[in-house]
């Protein structure tokens, strides 16, 4: 079927720099400072409405440009990018928009560049940055997520037995091709596997001259749309592929599973999909269902966090006090998270309503999903230069996390953190960066953002 994709042939005539674009030898990093910004939660606002008013044009361009399905750029990227701009709408600081390195996407990023200035934001350089130039650790560029095992790979499919198979199968054998919204692995309960086989044989071709090669590696093998689906593969694997392993108990499930950026669970049953819910290290989880990116606009987080996270790691070998800070931070999980907050409340000089600690989850309640998340601290924070904001660092500490810190002053208020059993601890001396070394801290707060969506009362199209 022929796609049209008139408007971004006509916004690439409109602009030939675009067109074909031209390598620029300098490099500047160009960045926003939010704090002189007069109306940012309104200009932030105005940019959501004028990206989510472009979307057609972003599709075309993504589809003419690299060939994304424009559905997925619409249901994926473009819900996103809007969700995270609405909600920095009120809670931002500052971040950075770096140089563009990749020509191929230049339109794309011009096109954004443009709404971001008539949204009233200062003005972002645009510069084509050559891969060949010397001194490469001096080039910035856009790196929309980060290199991190999660999202390297990508989604992941789990069916249960008590599931509705044809469904999962519907939706898994439609889910996006490209990175990083791909699923790379599908895990199927013992009980059923037949179901699963004779399901997915219906919908894809397990005679596709392509598998001729690759069908004495696995015991199963289907095509579908360009993609392989294989059953107890041995082989390399490829982008092409999507390995489907069987696994016999929870336990075992969870033994088998790498860290992914989502999972798609099916199963009917609340009790199982909960649990196992629960106990995922992915960020996003979907309960039958795949790609629902609807609720809060803090739901984007669970995407948006992993870059921030990626950006903020430090390298460094365990110092001695690790212990210490660890046993701390097990004896104050213990308690519950409105406990702790009253514990540093209980400090006179800070007042609950000149804080804000955060400490609300996301919750939302569609007509056929239910949505919900948490944010929880992601390691531990190591602060020597006195940058991390006190009532930030309070918010992280009522959440759980964990600080070491080195230049610190020793003020009444870390004395009262100190004697409640706050999980922070004074080093001696600073830790040394080493890019081999065996921990990584993180040098700002990190939060992991995971949000469940949970889909019910629906017939699913098969």
Same mark, same amino acid.
């Given at each position: 079927?022929?796609?049209?994709?008139?408007?971004?042939?006509?916004?690439?005539?409109?602009? !030939?720099?675009?067109?074909? !674009?031209v390598?620029?030898?300098r490099?500047?990093?160009?960045?926003y400072?939010?704090?002189?910004?007069e109306?940012?939660?309104?200009k932030l606002?105005?940019?959501?409405?004028?990206?989510e008013?472009?979307?057609?044009?972003?599709?075309?361009?993504?589809?003419?440009?690299?060939g994304k399905?424009?559905?997925?750029?619409?249901?994926?990227?473009?819900?996103?990018?809007?969700?995270?701009?609405?909600?920095?709408?009120?809670y931002?600081?500052h971040?950075?928009?770096?140089?563009?390195k990749y020509p191929?996407?230049a339109?794309?990023?011009?096109?954004? =560049?443009?709404?971001?200035?008539?949204a009233?934001?200062?003005?972002?350089?645009?510069e084509?940055?050559?891969?060949?130039?010397?001194?490469?650790?001096?080039i910035?560029?856009?790196r929309?997520?980060?290199g991190?095992?999660?999202?390297?790979?990508?989604?992941t499919?789990?069916i =249960?037995?008590?599931?509705?198979?044809d469904s999962?199968?519907?939706?898994?054998?439609?889910?996006p091709?490209?990175?990083?919204w791909?699923?790379?692995?599908?895990y199927?309960?013992?009980?059923?596997?037949?179901?699963?086989?004779?399901a997915?044989?219906?919908k894809?071709?397990? *005679?596709?001259k392509?598998?001729e090669?690759?069908? !004495?590696s696995?015991? /199963?093998?289907?095509?579908?749309?360009g993609?392989?689906?294989?059953?107890?593969?041995?082989?390399?694997?490829?982008?092409?592929?999507?390995?489907?392993?069987s696994?016999?108990?929870?336990?075992?499930?969870f033994?088998?599973?790498?860290?992914?950026?989502?999972?798609?669970?099916?199963?009917?049953?609340?009790?199982?999909?909960?649990?196992?819910?629960k106990h995922?290290r992915?960020?996003?989880?979907?309960?039958?269902d795949l790609?629902?990116?609807?609720?809060?606009?803090?739901t984007a987080?669970?995407?948006?966090?992993l870059?921030?996270?990626d950006?903020?790691?430090?390298?460094?070998?365990?110092?001695?006090?690790l212990k210490k800070?660890?046993?701390?931070?097990?004896q104050?999980l213990?308690?519950?998270?409105?406990d702790?907050?009253?514990?540093?409340?209980g400090?006179?000089?800070w007042?609950?309503?000149?804080?804000?600690?955060?400490i609300?989850?996301?919750a939302?309640?569609g007509? *056929?999903?239910t949505?919900?998340?948490?944010?929880s601290?992601?390691g531990?924070?190591?602060?020597?230069?006195?940058v991390?904001?006190?009532?930030?660092?309070?918010?992280?500490?009522?959440?759980?996390?964990?600080?070491?810190?080195?230049?610190?002053?020793?003020?009444?208020?870390?004395?009262?953190?100190?004697?409640?059993g706050?999980?922070?601890?004074?080093?001696?001396?600073k830790?040394?960066?080493?890019?081999?070394?065996?921990?990584t801290?993180?040098?700002?707060?990190?939060y992991?953002?995971?949000v469940?969506?949970s889909?019910?009362g629906?017939?699913?199209? /098969?």
């Amino acid at each position: 079927m022929e796609v049209d994709t008139s408007f971004a042939k006509a916004y690439l005539d409109h602009d !030939p720099e675009i067109k074909d !674009p031209v390598y620029k030898t300098r490099t500047k990093r160009s960045a926003y400072s939010y704090h002189d910004i007069e109306d940012l939660d309104r200009k932030l606002r105005a940019l959501a409405h004028l990206v989510e008013s472009e979307k057609t044009l972003f599709c075309q361009l993504e589809y003419l440009i690299r060939g994304k399905p424009m559905e997925e750029v619409e249901a994926y990227d473009i819900k996103l990018i809007v969700n995270n701009l609405m909600y920095y709408s009120d809670y931002c600081k500052h971040t950075d928009i770096d140089e563009i390195k990749y020509p191929k996407t230049a339109a794309v990023c011009k096109l954004f =560049t443009q709404l971001c200035n008539d949204a009233g934001l200062p003005a972002i350089s645009l510069e084509i940055v050559d891969p060949e130039m010397k001194e490469p650790e001096t080039i910035y560029s856009v790196r929309p997520f980060g290199g991190t095992k999660e999202i390297e790979n990508g989604c992941t499919g789990i069916i =249960t037995r008590r599931s509705d198979v044809d469904s999962a199968v519907e939706a898994l054998l439609h889910a996006p091709k490209t990175y990083p919204w791909a699923v790379r692995n599908i895990y199927v309960e013992e009980s059923a596997v037949e179901r699963f086989k004779q399901a997915i044989s219906w919908k894809a071709n397990s *005679t596709d001259k392509s598998l001729e090669d690759i069908s !004495p590696s696995c015991s /199963n093998a289907y095509c579908y749309l360009g993609t392989l689906y294989l059953y107890q593969y041995v082989g390399t694997h490829t982008d092409k592929h999507v390995h489907i392993h069987s696994y016999r108990t929870v336990k075992d499930l969870f033994s088998l599973l790498e860290p992914s950026l989502c999972v798609s669970l099916w199963s009917s049953d609340v009790a199982e999909s909960q649990e196992i819910a629960k106990h995922l290290r992915s960020n996003i989880v979907w309960i039958n269902d795949l790609g629902n990116f609807n609720g809060p606009p803090k739901t984007a987080q669970s995407v948006y966090s992993l870059i921030r996270r990626d950006r903020a790691t430090y390298k460094t070998n365990a110092p001695a006090e690790l212990k210490k800070l660890e046993t701390l931070q097990a004896q104050w999980l213990k308690k519950d998270i409105f406990d702790r907050r009253n514990d540093i409340l209980g400090f006179m000089n800070w007042k609950r309503e000149n804080v804000n600690f955060e400490i609300d989850d996301m919750a939302h309640t569609g007509d *056929t999903f239910t949505c919900f998340g948490r944010m929880s601290p992601d390691g531990v924070v190591y602060d020597h230069e006195e940058v991390i904001n006190t009532v930030a660092f309070l918010g992280y500490l009522i959440r759980g996390g964990a600080a070491l810190l080195y230049s610190r002053r020793r003020s009444d208020l870390y004395d009262h953190l100190v004697s409640i059993g706050a999980p922070m601890v004074f080093l001696e001396k600073k830790l040394e960066y080493l890019p081999g070394g065996d921990m990584t801290a993180y040098c700002r707060i990190a939060y992991r953002y995971k949000v469940v969506w949970s889909s019910f009362g629906t017939v699913f199209a /098969n």
